[in-house]
């Protein structure tokens, strides 16, 4: 397994829309190990292919506490979407930023896992709110975009700032 780079703001390749992955296999199946060696490495409870500049519809993610717990989504799809639920939420595309989103509570949702089997599932809370970042990345859009301006323009002060120390 390898660790993978990941994408900064404002690099142009986080704005692609991915593609629909027409077959699972050996490449799909050892980008997908690598995804999620690369997601434990930096702390995240998931990573999407764009972010590691592969533009194909696959995410990683595990929200579980023993990190043991991943899972795959290849060409996910949100069926369904209810409640509302503001939460705090970091990217690891944009490392300095953390802010509160306002997401759908639940979601119902499909995806393949790396079988090429179909798998739907119903999320709520942080699994929720994670699947929807993680498609988000599959259509390039950043959590960024979903704030308000002057959250956004406040966002961008702190970046320029940290980078400007770094
Ligand atoms: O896709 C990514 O950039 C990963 C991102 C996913 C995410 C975090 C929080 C809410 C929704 C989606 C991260 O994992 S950033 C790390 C982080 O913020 C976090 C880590 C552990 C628990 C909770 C948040
Ligand atoms: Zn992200």
């Avoid at 997401?103 to 179909?118: E, H, I």
């Amino acid at each position: 397994m390898a660790l993978l780079t990941i994408l900064h703001y404002p690099d142009p390749r986080l704005r692609n829309k991915a593609k629909v992955i027409a077959t699972i296999d050996a490449r799909i199946r050892k980008i997908a190990a690598d995804m999620v060696e690369t997601m434990y490495a930096m702390n995240g409870i998931g990573l999407a292919a764009t972010q590691v500049g592969i533009s194909e519809r696959l995410f990683v993610m595990d929200v579980s506490e023993n990190h043991k717990e991943e899972m795959y989504a290849i060409n996910p799809e949100i069926l369904s979407q209810e409640g509302e639920r503001l939460e705090v939420e970091g990217c690891l595309s944009v490392p300095e930023a953390y802010d509160k989103v306002k997401r759908a509570l639940k979601v119902r949702f499909r995806a393949q896992n790396l079988d090429g089997d179909t798998y739907e599932l119903e999320a709520e809370g942080l699994m929720a709110h994670c699947i929807q970042h993680e498609v988000d990345h599959l259509n390039g859009i950043l959590f960024i975009d979903r704030l308000s301006d002057l959250k956004r323009e406040r966002l961008f002060k702190k970046i320029q700032k940290s980078r400007r120390q770094a």
